[in-house]
């Protein structure tokens, strides 16, 4: 559905200087994607933006194209004709945010970094965390989990609540859903509750997936051994997004799941208060 031809191939390793050059030389009116063998190389390379001016396509787990070529550790750099997906967007530097920020200071006391996901960028989620407890305002980050420790404890420093989503508690069935495992998030929300750090956990209930009693039954047991956790927030599941994959020609990985109803979201929170009140 997309006018796109390869322009170059390179090792990731080449990738910065390779995508800055051909970036430089690009009509305006087209897009550059970078498609990756693999999501881990992706995120990886993911601010390999800075490099060029046009946008960065790399997960749609991040809410934008995929373009993924499962083979080898060869990456290419494509052009698409599409007006699809425009160069939009405009780059701040902590204090630029913080200036929009304290402009509404009398309307509330802090500030949530969510994403997509923040911790791709630390360094910047730190340093406006730290601005934003110097100013007075208490911090949120709200997060997949999928980080490692090194990486997101500095952001960790500055923050008084961390929401935190937990996809699936069987990690099997975490892999086949999202196609990562589950162990990150649920070492974070560990270390979070030995750093007594405050925590909010959402879960969403897709049917037939992630609603089953076993694994309800299990992701309550979880939560009660935590003693950080602020609130459990079980959100219904719906299709309200299908339409933007079918724009894009994609197929949609959950074709046929239907919308989570209402009695579905009180089975499940039976279940899971039974095991939380005991």
């Keep these: 559905h997309h006018s796109c031809r390869i322009i170059a191939q390179c090792q ?28 881990e190389l992706g995120l990886q390379y993911a601010n390999i933006s800075e490099h060029g001016t046009l ?19 060869i990456v290419n750099i494509v052009i698409i004709k599409t007006p ?6 405009k780059r701040y530097s902590v204090d630029e945010v913080m200036k929009e920020v304290l402009k509404y200071k009398n309307y509330y006391d802090g500030i949530t970094v969510s994403g997509g996901e923040p911790t791709l960028q630390p ?15 208490s911090t949120c980050l709200d997060t997949s989990g999928y980080v490692d420790l090194n990486i997101i404890t500095p952001i ?4 008084d609540l961390v929401i935190l989503d937990i996809k699936h508690i069987d990690e099997e069935k975490c892999i086949w859903l999202i196609g990562r495992s589950n162990k990150k998030a649920l070492t974070l929300a560990k270390y979070l509750d030995e750093h007594e750090i405050p925590m909010w956990i959402r879960h969403v209930l897709v049917p037939g997936i992630t609603d089953d009693k076993e694994s309800l039954e299990e992701l309550a047991k ?30 949609y990985p959950l074709e046929g799941i239907k ?15 039974n095991i939380l009140m005991r």
């Design 12 to 39: 990731a390793g080449a990738l910065p200087r390779a995508f800055a050059h051909l970036t430089a030389k690009t009509a305006v009116n087209a897009a550059i994607a970078i498609v990756f063998p693999d999501l």
């Design 55 to 73: 946008p960065l396509l790399h997960s749609l787990q991040y809410h934008t194209p995929i373009l993924f070529q499962k083979k080898d550790k």
């Design 84 to 89: 699809h997906i425009p160069n939009v967007g």
């Design 123 to 137: 360094e910047f989620v730190t340093e406006l965390f730290k601005k934003a407890k110097e100013n007075g305002l």
């Design 156 to 159: 960790l420093e500055y923050t």
């Design 222 to 251: 979880f939560v009660k051994s935590l003693n950080n956790v602020e609130k459990l927030e079980l959100l219904p599941y719906h299709t309200m997004g299908v339409y933007k994959w079918k724009e894009l020609g994609l197929k």
């Design 259 to 273: 919308d989570c109803t209402l009695e579905q979201q009180e089975r499940a929170n039976e279940i899971i208060n």
